[in-house]
């Protein structure tokens, strides 16, 4: 499968060819989207062997958006695991925009104990954001609170917000951003979603009013230098 600029197939950043469970390969297209290369890889974890050629790439990508205005930033939603076993230490993962934000996603259902997590980010350097945090159910509002206090960024998704009190995680995020424990609202935008962050904006500003709801977008263009 392609991990593709604007979900076009003309515009490829990498492609995976995960043929079987022996073969695999990590195409990229440093010399252009019909000139791929492909590089045998044991597993997925050796993608990050490839950092500096995905980010050669992105470059390229980044000199081509930048004629028609647009602006491109790196990053990337990272695994708990990646955080636990050093490879954000080692500089093999992506921190958001090249700065000391790390984006990071944990296990939904089964207990992670957050708040440690982003007490060892701190004190290695990083400003954790915790990705969607309103699907995490073992979370309750003073692991919330906690994270926060250890010094977290919390992040919720702009469909849950459009969801309201009568959808699931509707009725979360609500308690979230009636307390101002949200710092990001995203649009967690892959896999066909619908794109709705102006309507979220519009529906905090509505309910939380226009303060809060320009704090959020200005603290995420802001902090993550964008």
């Known amino acids: 499968f392609g991990i ?7 515009k490829p950043i990498a492609r995976l060819h995960l043929n079987s ?20 890889i044991s597993s997925l974890d050796d993608i990050y ?15 081509r958006a930048k004629n028609v205005g647009v602006n ?5 939603e990272i ?17 958001l925009a090249n700065s000391k934000y790390i984006l990071l996603e944990f296990d939904y259902n089964n207990s992670v104990d ?9 004190i290695r350097g990083y400003i954790p954001v915790i990705a969607h945090v309103e699907r995490y159910s073992y979370l309750k509002l003073s692991d919330v609170e906690a994270i926060k206090k250890m010094g977290g ?16 995680y509707g009725k979360i995020v609500m308690r979230f951003l009636k307390r101002k424990l949200v710092d990001f609202v995203a649009s967690d935008y892959h896999y066909g979603r619908t794109l709705d962050v102006d309507k979220s904006y519009k529906i905090v500003k509505r309910k939380f009013g226009k303060d809060y709801a320009d704090a959020i977008r200005k603290l995420y263009k802001e902090e993550c230098g964008v």
């Open 4 to 10: 593709l600029l604007d979900n076009n197939n003309r």
């Open 21 to 40: 469970a022996t073969t695999k390969y990590l195409e990229l297209f440093n010399k252009g989207k019909d000139k791929g290369e492909k590089k045998l």
């Open 49 to 63: 062997s490839y950092k500096n050629e995905i980010l050669a790439n992105f470059n390229l990508l980044c000199d």
């Open 72 to 76: 491109l930033y790196l990053g990337q």
């Open 79 to 95: 695994a708990t695991k990646k955080v636990l076993n050093n490879d954000i230490i080692n500089e093999k993962l992506f921190t």
């Open 114 to 122: 957050i708040p440690y997590v982003v007490y060892e980010m701190k």
């Open 153 to 168: 960024l919390i992040q919720i998704n702009s469909s849950s917000i459009c969801e309201g009190i009568f959808g699931h």
